[in-house]
């Protein structure tokens, strides 16, 4: 049982929403979903997106009914949270460490289709015990580092070595590689974003042929990411896409250029903090209620949403202060003010509650709904 009330009522008014509180325009978020699902489409391959965005088995259902295949997650926990919510193909895209979580994770795999990544042949060993123990039968991709200088093996002929190790073992399953370029997404450049996807598929092609020598077959090259999933979609190599911010963006995303082309899909804002002006003596500068508890400001500072000449500065632990331009009008004491999250994942993860508003932005903004954030706080 959630031990916060949510911070609103299906059907109040925007007004009487209570502050700080994590605000889904939800026009804004199904025209994103519907987008993707649109380009997906038409690239012919599969999409599975990162539920670590959201956290949430509702949303995630959504996703399913346009067309996803699963989704993905980055912890056992947000993988038992989102499989009791009713997620029934879920790929723990990174590695699992430890025996404990690898018997849970095993267990799921008697619930639902369940994989993970590998990147250490002693994981394998542990995860192919634990899936003996349990009866569970466990996807496995190999992770190669593209780029990211994360997790991951060097690209090549050691994933092979890799593969027949996993093939040794009745419970597992060789499903593919990983192959995910987290870095790429946040390259400000179309050109910058280009060049390091282009040297990521060198990787998976020089991985590849060696596997395929070997009698290997990857139904799954895994990866992507919302900055950069056209192309990968458009390689020939990718065949299953892990985008995840793009249901709902954030004002890191907002800083990379955009394809001169014009082919990139135009993603909009559909996460808010909302947020109350709780102090305004100094004409410079007001302050509100959302500090490091109601943001993540590793990507940087939040963005105040449609008001010129405010900026978000100085978070403390439960205050903001907002400087005033002097060409900017200063919010009143007990305005609201909505704001963009420098970086939407981590964000989420601070909030037990989503407040859905319908007709975002006018007269008639209402909450429509409130959902529960599942896998708030799981880590493990």
């Known amino acids: 049982m959630m031990s916060v009330l949510p911070p609103a009522e299906i059907g109040a008014p ?86 404990r979580k690898l018997r849970r994770l095993a267990a799921l795999g008697r619930q639902i289709r369940i994989g993970v990544c590998v990147d250490e042949f002693a994981q394998i060993a542990a995860l192919a015990e634990a899936a003996r123990e349990t009866g569970a039968r466990i ?29 040794r073992y009745d419970h597992l399953r060789f499903g593919g590689l990983q192959a995910y370029h987290g870095s790429a997404q946040h390259l400000r450049t179309p050109a910058e974003r280009l060049a390091a996807i282009e040297a990521a598929q060198r990787a998976v092609t020089d991985t590849l042929g060696p596997l395929e ?43 990379n250029v955009s394809d001169e082309g014009g082919n990139a899909p135009r993603f909009e804002h559909a996460l808010f903090v909302l947020a109350t002006v709780m102090s305004a003596t100094s004409e410079a500068q007001v302050v509100v209620d959302a500090g490091h508890k109601a943001l993540s400001n590793d990507s940087g500072f939040p963005s105040v949403w449609l008001r010129p000449g ?60 409130v959902w529960p954030v599942d896998a708030r706080g799981a880590t493990s």
């Open 14 to 99: 925007f007004s009487e929403i209570d502050t700080p509180a994590l605000v889904i325009d939800l026009d804004a978020m199904e025209r994103n979903m519907a987008l993707m699902a649109e380009r997906v489409k038409a690239l012919g391959i599969r999409i599975r997106p990162h539920a670590k965005t959201h956290k949430s088995a509702i949303i995630a259902a959504k996703q399913v009914a346009l067309g996803a295949v699963g989704v993905c997650c980055q912890k056992v926990a947000e993988a038992e949270a989102l499989a009791a919510g009713g997620v029934r193909d879920i790929l723990i895209s990174n590695e699992v460490v430890g025996a």
């Open 139 to 167: 996807d496995v991709l190999v992770e190669i580092d593209v780029g990211g200088r994360r997790c991951g093996v060097a690209p090549g002929p050691e994933a092979t070595r890799f593969a027949a190790e996993i093939a």
């Open 213 to 255: 020598a070997a009698g290997f077959t990857c139904d799954t090259i895994g990866g992507a990411g919302t900055g950069t999933f056209l192309i990968e979609g458009a390689s020939g190599v990718w065949n299953e896409l892990q985008a995840g911010s793009y249901i709902f963006m954030d004002a890191d995303y907002a800083k």
């Open 310 to 369: 405010l900026a978000y500065h100085r978070p403390s632990d439960e205050h903001g202060v907002i400087t005033v331009a002097a060409d900017a009008v200063k919010p009143a004491w007990g305005e609201k003010l909505l704001l963009v999250p420098g970086h939407c994942d981590p964000t989420v993860n601070l909030y037990d509650w989503y407040v859905g508003v319908r007709d975002f932005g006018t007269p008639r903004a209402r909450v429509e709904t």
